[in-house]
């Protein structure tokens, strides 16, 4: 158990919906990342946050795309009007308690863009 | 730019033959950090071990072993006496100085085979 949870674990939508995707992680941890994975590929680096802050945004981040960690604690990443192309797993990431650079994913949340 | 290859798309062993896991990264820093992580079949990214510039010193871990070679930009990943457990993907990935944005490679995926 890494600490971290995802919800909803899976999500199947419809082209041009949005959805929202929430990462709860157990402790408090300074540094929190979303990541994307496709299928056969290794997790693309989307947007990190310190406490509240977002101090970094992956040129993938579309406008479409917006994440939160509003009290340094949880983080939001929504995506507005998805695509099919959308469709992948994101997961969320905090590094540990000496912030060493290792992070602890959480098991992802699937989306599936019809 | 930070860039991590692992030429190696999938590699299959027959259970207690040994099997080493390719890394390559580029990096214009002095100062980074190599990571190795573990991706099972349920789908969980896990955190195996980090590096930094500095140390060069390979690492043993049980049946895992760790090769640094930075004249080579290698760091590749050595499993002895392979089981069917250690069936998963592995990627490699570097952060540079910060431990900010870290950056995966497109893994390897291991199967042993009993």
């Known amino acids: 158990d890494t600490g971290v949870s995802q919800d909803p674990r899976h999500k199947i939508t419809k082209r041009g919906q949005n959805v929202t995707f929430r990462c709860d992680p157990i402790?408090?941890?300074?540094?929190l990342y979303w990541y994307r994975q496709t299928l056969g590929q290794g997790p693309e680096f989307l947007t990190y946050f310190q406490n509240e802050a977002q101090l970094e945004k992956s040129r993938l981040l579309s406008d479409r795309f917006s994440a939160e960690r509003p009290k340094g604690s949880f983080s939001t990443l929504e995506i507005q009007r998805t695509e099919q192309g959308d469709s992948a797993m994101y997961l969320c990431a905090v590094t540990g308690a000496a912030n060493t650079g290792e992070l602890f994913f959480g098991e992802g949340s699937r989306l599936t863009v019809l | 730019a930070q860039k991590v290859t692992q030429a190696q798309t999938e590699i299959s062993v027959v259970e207690k033959e040994d099997v080493t896991l390719d890394c390559v990264y580029e990096?214009?820093?002095?100062?980074?950090?190599l990571f190795w992580y573990k991706q099972p079949p349920s789908g969980e990214l896990v955190f195996l071990i980090r590096?930094?510039?500095?140390?060069?010193q390979n690492e043993i871990s049980g049946r895992y072993s760790w090769n640094f070679q930075k004249s080579t930009s290698s760091f590749n990943f050595t499993i002895t006496a392979s089981q069917v457990v250690d069936s998963a993907v592995y990627f490699c990935?570097?952060?540079?100085?910060?431990?900010?944005?870290?950056?995966f490679g497109t893994g390897t995926k291991l199967q042993v085979i009993p």
């Open positions: 990096t214009r820093d002095t100062t980074y950090y």
């Open positions: 590096r930094n510039s500095f140390d060069e």
């Open positions: 990935a570097l952060s540079e100085g910060g431990y900010q944005k870290v950056t």
């Open positions: 402790s408090e941890h300074n540094r």
